[in-house]
């Protein structure tokens, strides 16, 4: 009877260690990393005043995006998220590198920036942040009322 008993504790203590792994893996947060930044080496190889956007491209590779309005500011994003079972998506690290050039196409200036340094940079959803007021769902609804009217016939289609 010793034997069994102890036996069975023997299996119990594996399987309570066994579910208390599983559980513990099933916890761990699903890490995603997104972009790219070049190493502080890479970095350093920039001259400002040198390079020109041919030998940074050569360098570092193509950037994540382009300024804006024109080409004359180059960015090099990276993005590390972290989510938790159901919890929201958080960003835990985020990285900036802008590469500036003048007009003749020569880099003017390296800047570094970290998620302390501002605002963070939306990469995974694709949207685009739009101004003006947000309406509630009401708003929406009634916004329109009053404001039809019957079309008048045009004298030239008779519709």
């Known amino acids: 009877m010793i ?3 102890f036996k069975s504790s023997r299996t119990i203590a594996c399987l309570t260690a066994a579910a208390l792994l599983l559980g513990a893996a099933g916890c761990s947060p699903i890490i995603e990393t997104h972009g790219y930044t070049p190493r502080a080496d890479e970095l350093d190889s920039i001259r400002k005043g040198f390079d020109t956007r041919g030998s ?6 193509r950037p994540s995006t382009l300024g804006a309005l024109e080409d004359d500011v180059w960015l090099y994003v990276s993005q590390r998220t972290e989510t938790l079972a159901f919890y929201e998506r958080q960003i835990v690290d985020q990285r ?11 880099v003017a200036d390296v800047s570094r920036y970290g998620l302390e340094d501002g605002r963070i940079v939306d990469l995974v959803t694709r ?17 329109n009322l009053g404001r039809f009217s019957k079309k008048k016939k045009s004298a030239a289609t008779g519709k």
Do not use: H
């Open 3 to 5: 034997g069994r008993n």
């Open 56 to 61: 940074v491209q050569r360098k570092l590779g």
């Open 96 to 106: 900036v590198v802008l590469i500036e050039f003048d007009e003749r196409g020569i």
């Open 127 to 143: 949207t685009t942040p739009t101004g003006g007021r947000k309406l509630t769902i009401l708003q929406q609804a009634f916004a």
